[in-house]
Nanobody
Framework: QVRLVESGGGLVQAGGSLQLSCAAS????????MAWFRQAPGKEREFVGS????????YYADSVKGRFTISRDNAKNTVYLQMNRLTPEDTAEYHC??????????????WSQGTQVTVSS
């Protein structure tokens, strides 16, 4: 009954910015750590980052450190992924997930449907 619905994906020029949002319903949002994963064609699903349920600590993959920011607004049951200085290597389908906050996909109970982010050169 828990649903995670994303918005904000699309096409952006290299060097630009894009913000994804993920709204949760059907559960107590602040009971879960939230994470973002991405998967590019021909590649395995990759951990992007996560935020604790309180929003007081974040974790990032090395590939996005300093460029991406994860935050959450528990009053709105929404988690955000602010992506800055995007490169074509960031092109992927992005998913949000609710679970333990680890970099392991199997530790997440709920997943969004995914949204495509395409970065052109």
């Amino acid at each position: 009954q828990v649903r995670l619905v994303e918005s904000g994906g699309g096409l952006v020029q290299a060097g630009g910015s894009l913000q994804l949002s993920c709204a949760a319903s059907g559960s107590v949002f602040n009971s879960y750590a939230m994470a973002w994963f991405r998967q590019a064609p021909g590649k395995e699903r990759e951990f992007v980052g996560s935020v604790t349920w309180t929003g007081d600590r974040t974790y990032y993959a090395d590939s996005v450190k300093g460029r991406f920011t994860i935050s959450r607004d528990n009053a709105k049951n929404t988690v955000y992924l602010q992506m800055n200085r995007l490169t074509p290597e960031d092109t992927a389908e992005y998913h949000c997930a609710a679970g333990l906050g680890s970099p392991t996909p199997g530790d997440y109970r709920y997943w969004s449907q995914g949204t495509q982010v395409t970065v052109s050169s």
